[in-house]
């Protein structure tokens, strides 16, 4: 897991070198976010050394050499990737600062734009620990799901002896751990998501077609996993042999003009769309009424193009998340790109095809995701996966379109 670490200015911020280097060892990648006053108390180097990434110091870009801070978004790109935040130790400021929303330094505004678990191993003095203020700042932050890993009881910096002392890191560790485990997400109820899949089929004769050799797999897969995560899902499919995932609206359709009506007559209410389908790009363009005899020497039919169902989309979007596909077989970001802008897309999923083990037919795919704030390769996977990594950037996506600070 790609994981976070903030760490706030306390004695104990010497712990979360430890709690660095646990998360490491056991296999996560860690960005560490340090705020002035951490810097007060441990130097930016030493996590460098331990994580082998440039710590974040600071909200905006110096432009030196030594800014570790891309743009001055840097905070929801830092959002986007990690899977996980960690603050160790989180002082009564920063527990303060969360509770109530306020964006003074990169973690606190990082923390705005983060949607994934949040993990908070605080430590304080004993009464700044016990203060109503701090009881009823923690109250707000469980509500929200974040895991408090609560302050052992001992002799504290200040002489004090009492609760506040920061928990162990192997104890923030598990912690993380635990929260890293995959849950069921429910992001999406409330949204009725439609998704096209499997291919069309366009008749050359009564009895023949034209046609691609989509299974229908990733589209289900991607209507499988929105039903898990709460939405109301309309599939729309075109001929496969695959069982519908359980609570889902499933139309099936031959051609795409089929597809094509079928999802204009469902799009009331959508709120999400994904186009999926392998749609034929030409269709017959007068089919007879009998069989083409096999006694005919050689024959030619002319072929006319069908309607771009997504681009029609793209013209009538309104309010709605229009994710597309790109099946390419070269210049795969490149026609991504092309498709995200041409067909007026939110997201674009590029799928390299052509190859045995991903895209058409197999089990697992390998796609790049592109948007208009950039591009993100995800690994091999079998399609289920994928299609909640899709899912995940689609709720990044809105998080976006709604945050101030975006524009
Ligand atoms: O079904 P599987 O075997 O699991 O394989 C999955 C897949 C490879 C089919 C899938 O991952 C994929 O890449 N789907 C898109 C296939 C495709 O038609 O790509 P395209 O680049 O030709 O089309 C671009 C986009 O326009 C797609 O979203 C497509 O649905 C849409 N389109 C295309 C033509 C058309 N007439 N109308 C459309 O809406």
Redesign the pocket.
């Known amino acids: 897991m790609r994981i976070a670490l903030g760490v706030s200015g306390g004695i104990a911020a010497y712990k979360a070198a430890e709690l660095a280097r646990l998360l490491i060892q056991r296999g996560h990648e860690v960005q560490a976010i340090l705020t002035d006053a951490a810097q007060q108390f441990i130097t930016p180097l030493t996590f460098a050394t331990l994580t082998g990434r440039k710590p974040i110091t600071s909200l905006f870009s110096d432009g030196s050499a030594e800014s570790t801070l891309a743009s001055s978004v840097e905070h929801i790109g830092v959002a986007q990737e990690n899977d996980l935040l960690v603050v160790a130790p989180a002082t009564a400021n920063v527990l303060a600062q969360f509770a109530h929303g306020f964006a003074g330094d990169f973690l606190s505004t990082m923390y705005l734009a983060f949607t994934g678990p949040v993990v908070l191993a605080p430590a304080m003095n004993a009464n700044m620990w016990g203060h109503p203020a701090t009881r009823s700042n923690l109250e707000v932050l469980r509500g929200r799901g974040h895991v408090i890993v609560s302050p052992g009881d001992g002799f504290l910096a200040c002489g004090v002896i009492g609760p506040g002392r920061l928990a162990e890191p192997v104890e923030i560790a598990d912690a993380v751990d635990r929260a890293c485990k995959p849950q069921v997400v429910h992001d999406l109820v409330g949204e009725t998501v439609l998704i096209?899949?499997?291919?069309t089929q366009e008749p050359i004769d009564p009895v023949r077609f034209l046609s691609?050799?989509?299974?229908?797999?990733?589209?289900?897969?991607l209507a499988e996993a929105a039903a898990a995560r709460g939405a109301h899902v309309i599939l729309i499919s075109g001929p496969?042999d695959l069982h519908t995932p359980s609570g889902v609206e499933r139309v099936d359709v031959k051609t795409?003009e089929e597809?094509?009506n079928a999802v204009f007559a469902h799009l009331d209410g959508v709120s999400i769309v994904i186009?999926?389908?392998?749609?034929?790009?030409f269709r017959v363009a007068s089919v007879p009424q009998h069989k083409i005899k096999k006694t005919m020497a050689r024959f030619s039919v002319e072929l006319d193009?069908?309607?771009?169902?997504?681009?029609?989309?793209g013209r009538k979007k309104g309010d709605r998340l229009l994710i597309?596909?790109?099946?390419?077989t070269e210049n795969l970001v490149q026609?991504a790109k092309r498709?995200l802008e041409a067909?007026n897309c939110d997201m674009?999923?590029g799928?390299l095809?052509g190859q045995s083990d991903t895209?058409?037919?197999?089990d697992d795919?390998q796609?790049i995701l592109v948007t208009r704030s950039g591009t993100t390769e995800l690994p091999r996977a079998p399609?289920r996966v994928i299609a909640d990594q899709i899912f995940n950037e689609s709720m990044k996506l809105r998080l976006l379109a709604t945050a101030p600070y975006a524009h």
């Open positions: 096209t899949a499997g291919p691609n050799r989509s299974s229908g797999k990733m589209g289900f897969a496969v795409a597809m094509r186009k999926c389908a392998a749609v034929a790009d193009p069908t309607p771009d169902i997504l681009a029609e989309l597309g596909f790109a099946a390419e026609e498709k067909k674009i999923v799928n095809v895209g058409f037919e197999s795919n796609v399609k």
